[in-house]
């Protein structure tokens, strides 16, 4: 296992040289006028990730890991530094590129699905708020709720699913409109242990056949090192990246993995790096 700490910014590549990545943080940092005071919550965040990525963030409660989530996700703007997607600058004086925007799929703790909306008819807004005729839209739905899981609940309202089931229709609009990164802000945080484990697997084979970049904010280091490709490890106070650690066990991976000696051991570093900070 190669690691490496806080890492910078790759010095331009050649136009022949690898393909550029598809997000790239560039010495962002990001301070919060609070009342009592400002908040230095990140610190020159450099982080360079590529296509078809999956990247984990953790760190303490405090870390920045959301406010780095929501920086990437439009959502806030960085006080100062660069975030780049497909090379293009996806905030520009504060002002969001909207059109760089467009390639992204976000989904929160809370599923937000409205109530009195279907499963197919909340999977499928999305494409309703881009023009798509009803017919195509529901057929994309169906197809999604085959991918995330959910078939046969097309037609049932939010409040019949379970907290997993809205989650996967959550997921199932994240992806509606084939986004080539997906950002995820504690997606099962809410969720009771066995589901969480369910809701692992499945993500990792819709990863695997969606093909998109992810990057997932999660508390749980077990979690972040059974989905990711990369642990981006955050430390508090002003939020900054200790380290990145490149998880290698190999796909599709199982709950068997998570007995296998290597994910412990990748558990334990990033578990005595956290206790390093108490
Ligand atoms: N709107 C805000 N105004 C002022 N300070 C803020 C604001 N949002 C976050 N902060 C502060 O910025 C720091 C980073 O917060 P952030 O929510 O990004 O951390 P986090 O790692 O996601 O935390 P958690 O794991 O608890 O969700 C914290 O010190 C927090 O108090």
């Known amino acids: ?79 100062s530094g660069v975030v780049e997607a497909d090379g293009e600058s996806i905030w520009r004086n504060g002002k969001r590129n909207d059109e760089a925007f467009k390639q992204f799929g976000l989904v929160f703790q809370d599923a937000n699905l409205f109530p009195w909306y279907t499963v197919a008819e909340n999977v499928s807004l999305p494409l309703k708020l881009r023009g798509m005729g009803k017919k195509a839209r529901l057929a994309r739905a169906g197809e999604l709720c085959e991918l995330v899981g959910l078939p046969g609940f097309e037609n049932a ?70 989905l990711a490709d990369r642990v981006v490890l955050l430390t508090p106070r002003p939020g900054r990246i200790r380290s990145v650690t490149p998880v290698s066990l190999a796909r599709p991976r199982s709950l068997v993995t998570e007995t296998s000696q290597e994910f412990q051991d990748v558990v334990r570093v990033l578990r005595s790096e956290l206790d390093e900070e108490d």
């Open 1 to 79: 296992m190669t690691r490496s700490t806080a890492e910078r910014a790759p010095a331009p590549v050649a136009a022949d040289a690898a393909p550029r990545p598809q997000l790239q943080v560039s010495g962002v940092n990001k301070t919060y006028q609070a009342r009592r005071g400002e908040v230095h919550a990140l610190s020159d965040v450099n982080l360079t990730i590529g296509r078809g990525e999956f990247i984990s963030l953790v760190g303490r409660s405090g870390c920045g890991k959301t406010t780095l989530l929501r920086i990437l996700a439009g959502l806030l703007p960085p006080t």
């Open 157 to 226: 309202y939010p409040r019949e699913l379970s907290g997993g089931m809205r989650q996967r229709a959550a997921i199932a609009r994240a992806l509606s409109y084939d986004p080539t990164i997906l950002l995820m802000d504690e997606p099962f945080g809410a969720l009771d242990a066995l589901t969480r484990d369910k809701m692992n697997l499945e993500l990792q084979n819709i990863h695997a056949q969606a093909g998109a970049t992810v990057v997932f904010v999660t508390h749980s280091i077990p979690e972040a090192v059974f």
